[in-house]
């Protein structure tokens, strides 16, 4: 048996494509429906409720455009949103995966850098314990990175000042292993690396999710026979900067489709 509906991708913005990416360098027979809430983008400022009410938003409108899964690319929405989220379909977040990988790597001491709505959840710091209780865990909210990050100052000046004050307490308290809690992140990593050093590991999670969701959709039979799939990116405001930054991410030429997700409600395009 073969499924070749499409996996459902959604994040706030630009950051979820580095997940839209692992999924398709990990399972590049199957589709990917992504949507970048781009109109209600920032998430990680944003109350829990407000948080679970776009979530299920975002996820009805890609239940209504017919995926077989979900994956929810956005760190705030995955510690906020999950537990309230109603839908058949199968759902993955991104901190579990990232705690998991986090706590096999690290030799004690974790750092996280996130929304501060994530920092203000717990989540990472709870997962991580689940799963080594021994670990000294220590957050920092970065507030101003996700808006750096969609303007595109990937490599700039005033990007590595606002991380190195960032990353300073935790570059302080010595530890070995840092959780990029946000997937805007990643597309810091080298300025991220450049202040943190070499002794301190950078953890993804993006790969990690890649992995978790093959073994999910294969152990349920909802894997594809397709030699390759297709990309479709929604968005519900257009800008030329997230189409510039998308083909960065995904390395090949992206078609946004404008959204109202409350027309769509439905399923209606």
């Known amino acids: 048996m073969s499924d070749r509906r499409p996996i459902g991708v959604f994040d706030s913005g630009v950051g979820g494509l580095?997940?839209?990416?692992?999924l398709a360098r990990r399972l590049p027979g199957e589709s990917i429906l992504y949507l970048g809430d781009t109109a209600r983008l920032p998430y990680?400022?944003?109350?829990?409720?407000?948080?679970?009410r776009y979530t299920q938003t975002n996820?009805?409108?890609?239940?209504?455009?017919?995926?077989?899964?979900?994956?929810?690319?956005?760190?705030?929405?995955?510690?906020?949103?999950?537990?309230?989220?109603?839908?058949a379909l199968p759902v993955w977040g991104v901190i579990e995966p990232g705690a998991r990988r986090a706590a096999e790597?690290?030799?004690?001491r974790v750092g996280v850098i996130a929304t501060e709505s994530t920092v203000r959840s717990d989540a990472y710091a709870l997962a991580l314990r689940r799963r080594r209780a021994n670990l000294e865990v220590l957050s920092q909210a970065c507030p101003l990175l996700v808006p750096l990050v969609e303007e595109g100052w990937l490599d700039d000046p005033v990007t590595a000042e606002v991380l190195r004050r960032y990353l300073a307490p935790l570059l302080a308290a010595r530890i070995d292993t840092l959780v990029l809690g946000c997937t805007h992140y990643p597309l810091l990593a080298p300025a991220i690396a450049?202040?943190?050093?070499?002794?301190?590991?950078?953890?993804?999670?993006?790969?990690?999710?890649?992995?978790?969701?093959?073994?999910?959709?294969?152990?349920?039979?909802?894997?594809?026979d397709q030699r390759t799939g297709e990309d479709h990116v929604c968005v519900t405001d257009?800008?030329?900067?997230?189409?510039?930054?998308?083909?960065?991410?995904?390395e090949r030429p992206v078609r946004?489709?404008?959204v109202d997700l409350d027309r769509a409600a439905?399923?209606?395009?």
């Open 105 to 108: 790597l690290s030799a004690g």
């Open 194 to 224: 450049a202040v943190a050093g070499p002794a301190v590991r950078l953890v993804d999670s993006a790969e990690a999710v890649a992995e978790a969701v093959a073994a999910g959709l294969r152990e349920r039979g909802l894997d594809s």
């Open 59 to 87: 996820v009805d409108f890609l239940v209504g455009r017919g995926v077989k899964a979900v994956v929810v690319a956005c760190n705030t929405a995955s510690a906020l949103a999950l537990p309230r989220l109603v839908t």
């Open 238 to 250: 257009a800008a030329a900067r997230f189409a510039r930054l998308a083909r960065e991410i995904l």
């Open 18 to 22: 580095t997940v839209a990416a692992a």
């Open 256 to 258: 946004l489709e404008l």
């Open 44 to 52: 990680g400022t944003k109350s829990e409720q407000t948080v679970a």
């Open 266 to 269: 439905g399923g209606e395009p």
